[in-house]
């Protein structure tokens, strides 16, 4: 979610606009005693780390890390138990610097050009100029806040008002309070995943303030589910309008799915293509989906829907052990799995049979 403060008077309630001086707030809920020991919290949390290990710097990513931007944790509340938690099992040094690695590696490194594109590109030169592409750039961003404090709802991400460059992401302590039940590592993947979810809105483009914010948390979501951080709660199967939603814009999780399914039968780095797009480009009622995807985005969501019901099948036939359940990526065989023609009247549909 995303805010912007303009006015100091919108402020939430003793909320200063320098995050040095907020005013330290006793929390509304009740505090139980924490029910997790400070040395069972390292153990455990060296174990969730190998679950997810930090994303390597690629040297796309080396040049495009905003390596000057100051990252700072600000904790309101010592005395909460949720802090206490947070401070025991969360790498606290690397927390920011790893959801920045996510958003780099998911929105803005161009997809690797393939060799024989490489050589297409060398030996037959241009008859005529190429228009350059966008540069897969973030927003500027000079300093990145993370304050834990008693609020509403989970977390929201916002300028502050020195300037748009500064950017403070709140995180509700009553939220992460009502996870003092779950394990270490369920815990830590949580908080990695609400903050990388956040980190994209410091970072990502909204067609200067023009696309649907349902495409904008969708997206947030879309990271956040390649880096494996998805939520435990979020419903993917089966996949129907109560899990994947009605509409394409209906945001977070139903959204993302929809990005990721989107990207899988066009091509490898198109979200990061849209999102660089709405950097100079405005949405203009769809026009700028269409032109980095080649179709509406009705058409395609219409064309999404008619997957569901072979994904399903293809899920119950892999839970029988009757399909291998690999993707045309991964799997060795030459069968095909999906054949799709994006814009056909109808699309021919393969399961692939075990050997």
């Known amino acids: 979610m995303t805010r912007n403060y303009k006015d100091k008077s919108q402020l939430p309630p003793n909320m200063s606009a320098n995050p040095a001086f907020m005013a330290a ?11 997790v020991q400070p040395e069972n919290a390292v153990t455990k949390n060296t174990e969730s780390s190998e679950a997810h290990p930090r994303p390597s710097r690629t040297e796309h ?23 206490a938690r947070f401070t ?4 606290i040094s690397t927390l920011l610097e790893e959801a920045i690695l996510h958003v780099q590696h998911h929105l803005f490194t161009p997809p690797a050009q393939s060799k024989d594109e490489e050589d297409l590109s060398s030996s037959r030169p241009p008859q005529k ?47 992460l309070h009502s996870k003092l039940d779950k394990s270490n590592a369920d815990f ?19 067609g200067h303030g023009t696309c649907p914010g349902g495409l904008i948390e969708g997206i947030a979501d879309y990271v ?11 419903e993917k199967w089966p996949a129907n309008e109560k899990t994947r939603g009605k509409k394409w814009d209906e945001g977070y999780q139903k959204t993302a799915w929809f990005l990721e399914w989107l990207e899988g039968v066009s091509r490898e780095g ?48 892999k839970a029988r052990g009757e399909i291998c359940g690999e993707t045309d990526a991964t799997c060795p065989c030459d069968n095909v799995h999906l054949q799709r023609r994006p814009g056909a009247e109808k699309e021919s549909r393969e399961l692939h049979p075990l050997d």
């Open 61 to 83: 990513e080396q040049k495009v890390l905003c390596p000057s931007a100051r990252l700072r944790i600000h904790l309101e509340d010592l005395s909460n138990p949720a802090t």
């Open 224 to 234: 956040r589910m390649k880096s494996g951080l998805g939520a435990k709660h979020w």
């Open 25 to 35: 707030t006793p929390s509304p809920i009740p505090l139980p005693v924490s029910k």
């Open 129 to 175: 100029p190429i228009k350059p592409k966008p540069e897969w750039k973030p927003q500027e961003v000079r300093s990145v806040t993370l304050i834990l404090r008693p609020m509403d709802g989970v977390a929201y991400t916002t300028g502050t008002d020195l300037d748009e460059a500064h950017k403070e992401i709140h995180l509700n302590l009553g939220y």
């Open 88 to 91: 025991s099992i969360v790498p």
């Open 270 to 317: 198109l979200i990061g293509e849209l999102n660089v797009a709405m950097k100079e480009g405005k949405w203009d009622e769809g026009k700028l989906f269409r032109k980095v995807t080649g179709l509406t985005v009705d058409e395609w969501w219409k064309m999404y829907t008619m997957d569901w019901e072979p994904l399903n099948l293809r899920r119950e036939k």
């Open 188 to 206: 830590l993947h949580e908080v990695r995943g609400v903050v990388t979810h956040e980190m994209v809105h410091a970072f990502q483009h909204n």
